[in-house]
């Protein structure tokens, strides 16, 4: 008597959680099916449910083609433009967190609280608000259209060493006796024990820190106008601007850049699905 | 700080140098230019500036854009929130309950995130393109013509489903993982106290998540507020004209677009104290959670 | 010649609190010492400025023949074993035993001889590759005291290093740390709140209340001639009786119930101890006990009771019927404990 009531809401569950999926997939899918047809089509017809062979074509297109004066914001070259600003991005952020973190939680430090609040005001205010100011300061010191320029701005928040301090500090703290005991020095205790005991947590961080940065677009597109400098995000408007110009709008290579765009991190938080969850939930404590 | 510290007096201050350094530059003087040029009046070629004191706060609070950008923020944010969070929240609790699968749905219901906002506007593009966009043609059966980036509506209403697709992954994510951490003993003590599954639910587990939902709520807001410039951008291919426009996308065209840096100084920091209230807020918020827990 | 000497040490947080109040004694060679007393006695603290993981905010600690108040942790010649046992998670046995070693910059080849030493000794063999996570609790103890061990140091500190086990391990650790310490033949000072380990493991005990040491003395001494009140009803299981009398004419007395001679110079309210087992039930003694409940041990009984309507326990052996109401016994007068009622301090 029971059983087939329980299944009823079984099914019920699986029903809403696949229009949750399709809701999600439907979009992306729908980028990959015109990429693999001819401009033609999809300018008469748009997406539509046969799939094409003009995948490696426009791929080829995407990676070498160029648009603009210079001839410079190829996929390629974007994408090795994306590449530097996610990892400088995220390795800057984790070095320079874990060294405040580590300043702050294991030393005794006359101005700690002041450093402390210092560092802690700037989560309260997002890049975004302090946008222009930022840019006036960065073009004064001649870092626009520079990696630098495009990253060190960005670092400036204390996410990664709010986050590290919090799982210092959750280190028991026998841990640093035992090894004061054993002869090491803060160096040795850095580098022994403290950054081998966060692994976890740095990848976590990476993960994080590489699909915050890979997808940063406001500043980017401020910071850099030499198309040598564009990553793929900040292409976007270079794509959205090929669909409305041309006579026959690229639509194959528009969204083959974006399917681009968005492959590498995607592919990140889903291989490394645990990792980012812990990270991203515990990030809040 | 740990009571076994290490009492080294500079290797602490060389460890916090660099970051300080960042900070200082990029976010203490932007912050304090945006501050002091509020009260600046720069002429159009950036030769000169006069100080007017609070001219620039009252020529906003008078400004009929500014007031259509504000009140349009607050709706879309509204909205954004609500939506995202409603439909994450059904996710995740049966993400939660299914056996079958469980692993696939998260999968596919979380890796969103990782997409950027730009690139979301660009879908948002194809899908409301105006001769063949799939969703255009649905709301045309509906009898709605739909016309992004003409109709000031019609593009608010893009820009609401984009932001919301957009969002829902982080909701789905922090509102299972409250889930999980809702112990097995209090649920099971919950089977047998009550028959009736959305009894459980409404008394049980929603004000068990409640904490990890106000927490969100802030984040969502702030998300709408800042993250969904480039989803903004994209819709309205980098030319506001009179379509919807948030509070920050006005600062970033008033300033960079149209050189007004006094005015959009004091949009900028008119934004940060709406911010600063908000995180503080959050912060008390996720105190009191630590107490709870 | 001493070993260890503590004159005079004091620990006073900069909120004006006294943790410790100032401590002074001395420790011999190849002496097992245990600082017992309640949580936030300022055992740990006194144990943890031995370490040099706490500042000493007054007076003199000796290690040997050096005055260490200033000396790194890591150059006093000492060793720890935590309560959390503290082993480095992301090392094999192996590397957590010889950390300390690699970081004194000693040979390769001479630590591995030592870890092998210390590992036989501890029965750690079979697990020198694993991770700490690897472990049962037992065995990481022993890791803990292997850490300890490869050393040589002149000092064993031991902070309530059983207290993560269960009654039966703790039991069996218990006596190999004992075991070892003897033939090892170092200088040891072990923290514990547990008043059996106290009891079992210790040459000396210290007893601390409140950041003050109550009575330092040998196991023996402290359980039959405590100090204080609180040495007599914090030690031995269960503690103490103390029963609120008077001395009128020289006899220690409860309302009309003489009970025995007491000191001259005493007189007014007191305090009389009796441990439960030198209570004896004895059809012809002086004692009128009311029982209201027996507790079944096996090997012997408890009974609790009131004696002139103040709580009252005594330990029976089995062989002796049991049950509750009236009950008549005696006890020894020399088993008598006598505390001033003011000071609670043994007169």
């Known amino acids: 008597m029971q059983k087939p009531r329980l299944r009823l809401s079984t099914v019920l569950d699986h029903v809403i959680l696949i229009i949750g999926s399709l809701f999600m997939m439907l979009p992306v899918l729908m980028l990959l099916q015109m990429t693999s047809m001819p401009d033609l089509v999809n300018m008469k017809n748009g997406p539509g449910l046969s799939f094409g062979s003009q995948l490696d074509d426009n791929f080829l297109k995407a990676m070498l083609k160029a648009d603009g004066f210079a001839g410079a914001n190829t996929g390629l070259n974007m994408l090795w433009n994306s590449l530097i600003l996610g990892f400088g991005f995220a390795i800057g952020k984790i070095v320079l967190g874990m060294m405040a973190a580590y300043a702050i939680v294991y030393f005794r430090l006359r101005f700690a609280s002041f450093a402390f609040w210092m560092i802690f005001t700037t989560l309260l205010l997002p890049l975004e608000v302090r946008i222009l100011p930022s840019y006036e300061i960065v073009q004064k010191l001649g870092m626009l259209n520079t990696y630098q320029g495009l990253i060190v701005p960005l670092i400036a928040s204390a996410t990664a060493t709010f986050f590290f301090r919090q799982y210092f500090r959750s280190i028991p703290e026998e841990l640093v006796e035992a090894a004061r005991i054993d002869g090491a020095g803060p160096v040795k205790f850095f580098f022994d024990i403290l950054v081998p005991l966060s692994r976890t947590m740095v990848a976590a961080m990476f993960i994080i820190m590489f699909v915050y940065g890979w997808n940063q677009y406001l500043w980017p597109t401020m910071i850099t106008t030499d198309e040598g400098m564009f990553t793929l995000v900040r292409g976007i408007k270079q794509i959205t601007q090929m669909l409305e110009g041309n006579q026959i709008p690229e639509y194959g290579r528009a969204n083959m850049l974006a399917l681009i765009a968005i492959l590498p991190p995607v592919l990140i938080v889903v291989f490394f699905q645990s990792w980012f969850v812990k990270g991203l939930t515990e990030s809040d404590k | 700080m740990k009571r076994a510290a290490f009492t080294n007096r500079w290797l602490p201050i060389l460890l916090l140098l660099p970051q300080m350094a960042i900070i200082v530059v990029f976010f203490y003087w932007p912050a304090w230019h945006a501050l002091t040029s509020s009260f600046y009046l720069q002429d159009p070629f950036g030769f000169s500036e006069t100080f007017v004191g609070f001219a620039n706060y009252t020529s906003l609070w008078k400004s009929a854009p500014y007031a259509r950008a504000a009140s349009f923020t607050v709706v879309f944010s509204l909205l954004v929130t609500f939506l995202s969070l409603a439909i994450a929240l059904l996710l995740a609790v049966k993400a939660d309950k299914v056996i079958k699968g469980a692993k696939a749905y998260r999968t596919a219901l979380m890796w969103v995130y990782a997409v950027a906002p730009p690139v979301a506007g660009v879908m948002g593009i194809i899908l409301f393109n105006q001769s063949w966009g799939p969703l255009t043609r649905f709301l045309t059966m509906l009898g709605w013509d739909f016309k992004l980036g003409v109709n000031y509506y019609d593009t608010a209403f893009a820009m609401v489903l984009v932001s919301v697709w957009k969002q829902i992954p982080v909701n789905f994510i922090f509102f299972l993982s409250g889930l999980q951490s809702i112990p097995k003993s209090v649920r099971e003590a919950a089977l047998i106290d009550n028959r009736s599954a959305s009894g459980r639910f409404w008394d049980i587990t929603f004000p068990l998540l409640a904490p990890t939902g106000f927490f969100l709520l802030i984040t969502n807001i702030t998300y709408s507020l800042f993250d969904t410039f480039g989803v903004i951008d994209t819709l309205v291919k980098g030319e506001p004209g009179n379509n919807p426009m948030t509070l920050v996308y006005k600062v970033y065209v008033d300033g960079f677009r149209g050189n007004d840096m006094g005015g959009s100084s004091a949009q900028s920091v008119i934004l940060m104290v709406l911010v600063l209230a908000m995180t503080i807020a959050q912060f008390r918020l996720v105190e009191r959670r630590i107490h709870y827990t | 010649m001493a070993q260890v000497t503590l004159s005079g040490i004091t620990k006073t947080y900069p909120n004006g609190v006294t943790a410790v109040h100032p401590a002074s004694f001395s420790i011999p060679h190849g002496e097992f010492i245990v600082l017992v007393g309640p949580s936030g006695c300022g055992k740990s603290t006194m144990l943890r400025m031995i370490a040099g993981l706490e500042d000493i905010s007054a007076g003199d600690l000796h290690i040997g023949a050096r005055l260490v108040n200033h000396i790194d942790p890591a150059d006093r010649d000492i060793a720890m074993v935590f309560q959390n046992y503290a082993l480095y998670p992301h090392m094999s046995v192996r ?44 065995q990481r103890q022993r890791v803990a005291m292997g850490r300890a061990i490869v050393r040589d140091p002149a000092l064993f500190l031991f902070d309530e290093p059983l207290s993560n086990l269960d009654a039966k391990l703790r039991n069996q650790m218990r006596i190999e740390i004992k075991a070892l310490q003897r033939r090892l033949g170092v200088t040891s000072v072990y923290v514990t709140h547990d008043q059996v380990e106290a009891m079992t493991m210790a040459d000396r005990i210290i007893v601390m209340n409140e950041g003050r040491i109550e009575q330092i003395g040998s196991p023996s001494e402290i359980y039959h001639s405590p100090a204080t009140t609180f040495v007599a009803s914090f030690m031995g299981a269960p503690p103490m009786n103390l029963l609120h009398g008077e001395i009128l004419n020289g006899m220690a007395q409860i309302g009309d119930l003489r009970l025995a001679a007491a000191p001259k110079a005493a007189s007014g309210a007191v305090v009389i101890g009796l ?58 007068p020399e088993t008598l404990s006598l505390f001033a009622a003011d000071t609670g301090v043994r007169l």
Do not use: C, W
Not at chain 3, 112 to 130: F, G, I, P, T
Not at chain 3, 292 to 321: F, N, T
């Open chain 3, 95 to 138: 590397k957590n035993i010889g950390y300390g070693l690699k970081n004194r910059k000693i040979p390769q080849a001479q630590i591995d001889q030592k870890v092998a030493e210390a590992s036989a000794l501890l029965n750690l063999d079979d697990y020198l590759d694993r991770k700490p996570s690897q472990l049962s609790g037992g």
């Open chain 3, 275 to 332: 441990r439960p087992e030198d209570i004896t039930p004895d059809a012809a003694g002086p004692l009128m006990l009311d029982i209201a409940l027996v507790e079944e041990l096996g090997a012997h009984r408890l009974l609790h009771g009131s004696l002139l309507g103040q709580p009252i326990s005594l330990h029976v052996s089995k062989d002796i019927a049991a049950s509750t109401g009236p009950l008549r016994a005696s006890f020894k």
